[in-house]
């Protein structure tokens, strides 16, 4: 076993999350496979960060909080000392999560140094500074001082003999192939679904007389809150909606507490928080079925734990993240793509004012000049004919339209689709899209994909390929149909 080649597998920090869970997945999935695993982190793990591999601290490598960092050369020799220390070699291969992000300039660069040294690197990018994260990719900007558009497309995405991308999910990849990354060098690699337990079968817990539509989110603005208490002003049929989770962001609270000020002020059947008054699996086993209304997500984990847990999923779909799912075999009927409300509910000019406040300064965040032909395809992009997409409006915006809603019936025929559960439950599908999801996205397949990735980065060579431009990346994620309020 010692002379198994050792994965140092990184990430700034191992606090509960999405990432975290991804590095313990790997480790679990890779426990009985030809390598050896070391985790490297900049901060001490949480408490239930638990694996049976070395998991290293090295100073430097967290988030980028107090502007006192090492240099790209230090952080780099750290991180290797680490891997000796702990293992007594040397890594055949460094999987690296998220690290262009702008958490960690210096770290960004070392990673650089390290394709251009012609180490083996796996880069995973789980989410991307340039998308909706104008703060992030200004701190890069400024920290790595690139000479040019060249230079930071090189820093930040680094194209070396054996250095590959793996992405979570096709849209991540095209945007990747299209900014120049070879197919070879791009591995779609999709999270596993691994709940660290057995599966429960569908249980009969469920209030019928009072149903209960579960969100099990934490309640952050893309997550699209207000949507969500939207159906529970729709609903005639006496249920109960339940948010799981408050954000902990500093900037997020106060628009979640107005939130919260709003739903009790209209009287909505919303129960806020219940992830900390209630055991997780005994409010899944109660609940009548999950949903989700967010606009962004990552890999998606959202429209597939649901069927793990035996209860059904309805909401909105996001197929550019869902398509992948629905290719292997997984049934989301429940789901919807577009939920519209008369365009004259709104004040259109108080609407594009609003897109022109928020779309400037992220533009220009960007380093991209404004214009106002700008404003107008974002507006194009939420309209259709006389109706507007409802995701596409501020929280001020979706109160007026809940309020409306709340008050009128009539209203209430308007919304498109005006129900969110459209054909009773069915434990049929749950039981085949469980099947599907432990087959097609279990930990078994997972080790697979992972192996097949590090082994192609480490038997990788030849001539470096041309430089990813940073614009290329940067102007796909910048596309109008891509603009949010809520994500501004």
């Known amino acids: 076993m010692n002379d198994y080649p050792v994965i140092a597998m990184v990430h700034y920090h191992l606090r509960r999350g999405g990432v975290t869970r991804v590095i313990q997945n790997a480790v679990e ?61 040397e890594p055949a291969l460094w999987h690296i999560h998220n690290h262009a992000l702008g958490k960690n300039a ?31 990719y200004r701190y890069l900007t400024e920290h790595l001082n690139p000479s040019g558009q060249a230079e930071m497309g090189r820093i930040l995405y680094p194209q070396a003999a054996r250095t590959q991308y793996a992405l979570l999910n096709s849209r991540d990849h095209r945007i990747m192939r299209r900014a120049g990354v070879s197919e070879s ?110 606009i962004a997500e990552g890999f998606g984990l959202a429209f597939l734990e649901p069927w793990l847990a035996g209860r059904p999923l309805f909401g909105r779909d996001l197929p550019e993240i869902t398509s992948e799912f629905v290719d292997e075999g997984i049934d989301l009927h429940g789901l919807y793509t577009e939920l519209t409300v008369p365009l004259d509910w709104i004040d259109q000019g108080d609407f594009r004012a609003k897109v022109r406040d928020a779309l400037q300064p992220m533009r220009q965040a960007y380093g991209q000049t404004y214009a106002e032909e700008d404003a107008d395809e974002v507006v194009q992009a939420a309209v259709s004919g006389d109706r507007i997409e409802f995701s596409r409006l501020d929280e001020s915006l979706q109160q007026s339209v809940i309020a409306k809603v709340r008050a009128s019936r009539a209203a209430r025929a308007a919304v498109m689709p005006d129900r969110l559960i459209t054909e009773p439950h069915a434990d049929g599908q749950v039981l085949a899209n469980r099947k599907r999801v432990r087959v097609q996205f279990g930990l078994e397949q997972y080790r697979e994909r992972l192996l097949a990735a590090y082994h192609a980065v480490m038997d990788g060579g030849g001539a470096s390929p041309p430089p990813v431009p940073a614009r290329a990346v940067l102007d796909q994620w910048l596309a109008p149909e891509r603009f949010y309020l809520l994500r501004s």
Request: proline letters at 7%; charged letters at 25%; aromatic letters at 8%.
């Open 29 to 89: 999935a890779l426990k009985r496979s030809p390598v050896r695993c070391v985790v490297l982190t900049g901060e001490a793990p949480s408490e239930d960060f638990k694996v049976n591999v070395p998991v290293v601290v090295v100073e430097g490598l967290g988030y980028d909080e107090h502007g006192a960092l090492p240099t790209p050369e230090t952080l780099v020799e750290r991180a290797r000392q680490g891997v000796r220390d702990a293992v007594g070699a």
């Open 106 to 136: 210096v770290w960004t660069q070392a990673v650089s140094r390290l394709a251009d040294e012609g180490e083996a690197l796996l880069l995973q990018m789980h989410d991307f500074a340039e998308d909706g994260r104008p703060a992030n």
């Open 185 to 294: 060098r791009a591995h779609l690699l999709p999270n596993a679904v691994w709940t660290g337990a057995k599966d429960e079968e569908p249980n009969e817990q469920r209030n019928t007389d009072q149903p209960l539509w579960l969100y099990p989110s934490r309640a952050i603005r893309r997550k699209n809150i207000g949507e969500f208490l939207l159906w529970s002003a729709l609903d005639e049929d006496g249920g109960r909606y339940g948010i799981t989770l408050a954000p902990q962001s500093p900037k997020e609270v106060p628009i979640y507490k107005q939130w919260k000020s709003f739903a009790s002020e209209q009287r909505l059947p919303v129960l806020f928080e219940m992830g900390l008054t209630h055991d997780f699996h005994q409010l899944l086993a109660s609940a009548s079925a999950l949903v989700t209304t967010s």
